[in-house]
């Protein structure tokens, strides 16, 4: 079959026009992706772990380290271990014991969860100021959970002096709103 000229014109036409109208949307597309910058996600993280007996969460501590927390579910012993990060050592512990914070009854075989989050306290002022995450721990048995802080002295970490205090109860609280029967 042969085709006309004014048929060969218009799909000539076509053809080019579809073309170039692919050109113009790929290089507007490149165009708006390499105008615009990257978006940027910022991320804290932390790292959370569970084994029968004992609970390991790390947070930040402050600009340059961060802490590790464990959990003794045996003892009810809850610590922060900070590392100097001039002598690549531990030199910052911080202690408590939770069972009394949580209510814990002598009979029951509590079972925890130990999460850190990141906290800002802008009126503290003077030497020990808060360190910038929290510790919370739950306790799945009874739904009863408190957060504590550690009393971190930034100018002993900046000197790399080792430090050691009493985690801070801040607050408690109830997660399950009636009493399950056992």
């Known amino acids: 079959m042969k085709l006309d000229s004014v048929t060969r014109f218009w799909m000539a036409s ?6 170039m109208t692919a050109l113009v949307v790929v290089g507007m597309t490149l165009g708006m992706r ?9 991320v804290k993280a932390a790292v959370s772990a569970w084994a029968e007996t004992m609970c390991a969460a ?9 802490g590790l927390f464990t959990l003794d579910s045996l003892t ?4 922060c271990t900070v590392l100097n990060g001039r002598t690549t050592k531990f030199a910052g512990l911080f202690r408590k014991n939770i069972l009394q914070d949580l209510g814990v009854e002598a009979t ?6 130990l999460l850190t989050g990141g906290a800002m306290f802008p009126g503290q ?4 100021q808060p360190a910038d995450c929290v510790v919370y721990v739950i306790d799945s048995t009874s739904g009863r959970f408190a957060v ?4 971190w002295q930034r100018t002993q970490a900046a000197r790399g002096a080792p430090q050691q205090g009493v985690l801070i ?10 009493m399950l029967r056992n």
Do not use: C, H, W
């Open 14 to 19: 076509f053809a080019t026009g579809s073309v």
């Open 34 to 42: 390499m105008s615009s910058p990257p978006a940027e996600i910022p």
């Open 58 to 66: 790390t947070g930040r501590i402050d600009e340059e380290m961060e």
């Open 76 to 79: 009810g012993d809850l610590q």
């Open 108 to 113: 029951k075989k509590p079972e925890f969860m």
């Open 125 to 128: 002022s003077g030497n020990t």
């Open 148 to 151: 504590y802080g550690v009393p």
């Open 169 to 178: 109860l801040l607050d408690t609280g109830m997660a399950r709103n009636v």
